[in-house]
């Protein structure tokens, strides 16, 4: 008996035979879903609204979809910029618009 650890079968990822005959009949035929919905999308005599449709379901496979990343500085602190602290940065950026428009 194994200890931990796999020892037969398929490699992790290997596609069985269903999902092989399947990408295999897509090739084949020469028009993927992917290709259908751009065909669609690219058709000015189709209207509005169906060609919306297939930008929204085929805009996953073209582009990435944006995730936020926290950003901090050192150590997980505030961003310093220019080893000016934002409140110094704050500050300067006052008196500037001050004395640009001439207040005190």
């Known amino acids: 008996m194994a200890r931990g650890r796999k020892t037969g079968g398929r490699k992790a990822g290997t596609p069985n035979k269903a999902t ?14 992917l290709d259908y ?3 669609v ?5 189709r209207e509005p609204a169906i060609r919306l449709e297939a930008a929204k379901a085929a805009a996953p496979y073209v582009h990435p979809r944006l995730s936020a ?16 602290s934002f409140e110094e940065r704050r500050e300067q950026a006052v008196a500037a618009i001050r004395a640009a428009f001439g207040e005190k």
Do not use: H
């Open 20 to 33: 092989s005959a399947t990408a295999a009949a897509i090739a084949a035929s020469g028009l993927t879903p």
């Open 37 to 39: 919905m751009l065909s």
């Open 69 to 84: 990343v926290a950003q901090s500085g050192p150590e997980g602190g505030p961003i310093e910029m220019s080893g000016i």
């Open 41 to 45: 999308l690219r058709d000015e005599a």
